[in-house]
Structure formats: structure tokens, C-alpha cells
């Protein structure tokens, strides 16, 4: 056991080497987020809300931000759809579930928009069009909301302020790539 130590310390210069191999890289690419960010209305969320995504930091242009932002709507549509889609079974014959129905055929309208229309505007560089489909999108939160204010249901508030808010966001990023 008397090379044990001597292995500890290699392993350990081991990871520092690639500790200070990586920061650097890393931390341009927090710079690259919060400068894109500073271009938006709400910096603090638009950093919020590209957290969500393992992959942000990893970015290098308006464009893959864009695109992330997109991921990060798309999946926050899916999440709420599902939830609803559950709810709205869950309440079968009963005005909640008319409300719920509302809230389930727009986010699968927002899905379609965000997931298929705007992932492809974008990926073409129709930055016009895709900025057009993540606004339909964004509706999606209000319609929801609306439909459950209607019955005084108040739980689905804060999802449907998330929808409006990474939507909000995703659409901010690609106005930039439309003003570059
Ligand atoms: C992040 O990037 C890696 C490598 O490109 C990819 O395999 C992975 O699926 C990405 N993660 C997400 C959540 O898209």
C-alpha cells in the first residue's frame, strides 16, 4: 500500500488539471447567457428560464440559445397538456372538466406550434415565422387561465404563468436574431 499516496496525489492533479481545463470555457458561456439575457426585457428570467436546460451553458450563438429556449417551451407545453389531459378525466361530466378540455386542445395547439411549426421556422431561419408561432403558443396560458377563472379553479395559475413565461422568453430571443 505504499503507492496508495502517490496514486491519491496523481488523481488529484488529475482533476484539478481538467477543473481548470473546464472553468474557463464555463464561465464564457454564463458570460455569453447573461450578456444575450441583458438584450431582453427581464434578464434575471431569461437566465431563469435558460437554466432549465443542461445544455445552455454549452451554447455559443443567439441561434442555439433560441433553439433551447424553444426545447424549454416545448416541454413545459407537454408537461401542462398531460396535467390537464389527467385533470380533465379525473372530472369527467363536470363543469372543471369543460374548463380543463379548454386548457388541454390549447396547450396540444401550443405543442404543434412550438414543437413542429416554430422548431422548423427557426431551423430554416424564418425567424418571422417562428417568433409568429411562439407568440400563438404563448396565448395558450391565457386561454387556460381564463377558462379556469371562469370557475373560480385557481391551481393551474402558476403553470400557466410558466407557459407565458418561457414562451415570453423564447420569443425575445429570436426578435433578437430578427434585429441582429
Ligand atoms: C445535451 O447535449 C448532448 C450532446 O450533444 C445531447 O446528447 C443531449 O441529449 C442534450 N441534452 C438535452 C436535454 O437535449
Keep these: 500500500m505504499v503507492g496508495t499516496p502517490t496514486i491519491s496525489v496523481a488523481m488529484v492533479l488529475v482533476v484539478l488539471a481538467l477543473m481548470s481545463y ?13 450578456n444575450t439575457c441583458k438584450k431582453t426585457k427581464n434578464p434575471a ?6 437554466s432549465y436546460h443542461e445544455n445552455s451553458t454549452q451554447a455559443s450563438t443567439v441561434h442555439e440559445l433560441a433553439s433551447i429556449a ?20 379525473y372530472n369527467q361530466g363536470t363543469p372543471v372538466e369543460d374548463a380543463l378540455d379548454v386548457c388541454l386542445q390549447a396547450y ?3 405543442i404543434d406550434n412550438l414543437k413542429v411549426l416554430a422548431k422548423h421556422s427557426l431551423h430554416v431561419g424564418d425567424y ?10 404563448k ?24 407557459m407565458t413565461e418561457r414562451c ?7 426578435g433578437l436574431l430578427i434585429h441582429k
Aim: hydrophobic fraction near 50%; glycine fraction near 6%; charged fraction near 30%.
Design 168 to 174: 415570453g422568453v423564447t420569443a425575445e430571443l429570436i
Design 128 to 137: 418571422a415565422d417562428a417568433l409568429r408561432k411562439v407568440l400563438d403558443a
Design 70 to 89: 424553444l426545447e424549454i417551451a416545448t416541454a413545459i407545453a407537454k408537461f401542462n397538456s398531460k396535467n390537464f389531459g389527467v385533470g380533465a378525466r
Design 45 to 50: 428570467l431569461c437566465e431563469d428560464v435558460l
Design 22 to 34: 473546464g472553468l474557463p470555457s464555463a464561465h464564457a458561456d454564463v458570460a455569453f447567457i447573461s
Design 108 to 110: 396540444d395547439d401550443a
Design 139 to 162: 396565448a395558450a396560458g391565457d386561454v387556460c387561465d381564463n377558462a379556469l377563472k371562469r370557475i373560480k379553479e385557481d391551481f393551474a395559475v402558476e403553470s400557466d404563468r410558466k
